[in-house]
């Protein structure tokens, strides 16, 4: 079944942020994404979601001689239910000092997507 | 769930970080390098096999019983395998002996803060609540 794409307009500004200085990169990033279409199944999930899917998936930057290990690392969702995904952030590895650094980062750009996509239920 | 309640040495990831404290106390002492440099053939070895069962115990734990303790015991051996491979990090730009060990170690220890970062993000309440918010919205 053919996935389609969620962009939200946080996702787009923090990767535009991210990769503004790899900006020769963009469009392998861009295929990258596209790719993720075809398939979704790619890279490391975090369990725990039941049928929705939250993988996190680690691009080269080759334009930059920047390996796997030292790229993008991309987090997205999948929701089969709906054949939607969801891209949800990028950031660089070594981006943020440290895994708290990181997981304050995360947590500040899914509020904003969450925020995007509908009301706080609270 | 066969290291679902895994205590001591019968657990391989248990039994690599000891190995790696030994291994960051002997590397205070550069005339065993060539202890060392055995043990980090063995390591390189049984890295990504390591690997695949830290990653296998995380998926399961999730999956099947979500139990904080099983969680936590994993978290603390990830934990301890990383500051054992950030203590071998730094000996080997400590004592030129160890230079050529720098990459393979840092390689590896890169690994494992990958490992450890996913098991924070994905352990963090806030984190899986909004993920959570956001698969509700979509």
């Not at chain 1, 942020?17 to 596209?34: D, K, M, Q, T, W």
């Not at chain 2, 203590?87 to 170690?105: G, H, I, Y």
């Amino acid at each position: 079944m053919p996935f389609d794409i969620l962009r939200t307009a946080s996702f787009e500004t923090n990767m535009a942020s991210c990769l503004e200085a790899y900006s020769r990169s963009i469009p392998s990033v861009e295929a990258v994404i596209a790719g993720l279409l075809r398939e979704p199944n790619q890279g490391n999930v975090y369990p725990g979601f039941g049928q929705v899917q939250v993988r996190k998936l680690r691009v080269a930057l080759k334009e930059y001689r920047l390996s796997k290990r030292d790229g993008l690392r991309l987090i997205f969702m999948v929701v089969p239910k709906r054949a939607m995904l969801v891209p949800l952030m990028v950031y660089r590895k070594g981006q943020f000092k440290s895994e708290g650094d990181v997981n304050s980062a995360i947590k500040e750009q899914l509020r904003r997507v969450a925020r995007e996509l509908g009301p706080d239920p609270c | 769930m066969r290291f679902q309640e895994s205590r001591g040495y019968d657990d391989p990831l248990h039994e690599l970080g000891r190995q790696l404290c030994d291994l960051a106390q002997a590397a205070s002492l550069p005339y065993r390098f060539l202890m060392i440099y055995y043990h980090v053939a063995v390591l390189w070895l049984k890295h990504h096999q390591l690997l695949r069962l830290a990653r296998w115990r995380f998926a399961s734990c999730h999956e099947v019983c979500e139990s904080a303790p099983c969680l936590g015991n994993l978290a603390e051996s990830i934990h301890t395998i990383r500051s054992g491979y950030e203590t071998l990090v730094a000996s080997s730009r400590e004592f030129s002996l160890f230079l050529p060990l720098r990459k393979p170690f840092e390689q590896m220890l890169a690994d494992w803060d990958e490992m450890s970062e996913d098991v924070a993000i994905s352990s963090d309440p806030e984190i899986r609540s909004l993920l959570f918010r956001i698969s509700d919205a979509v």
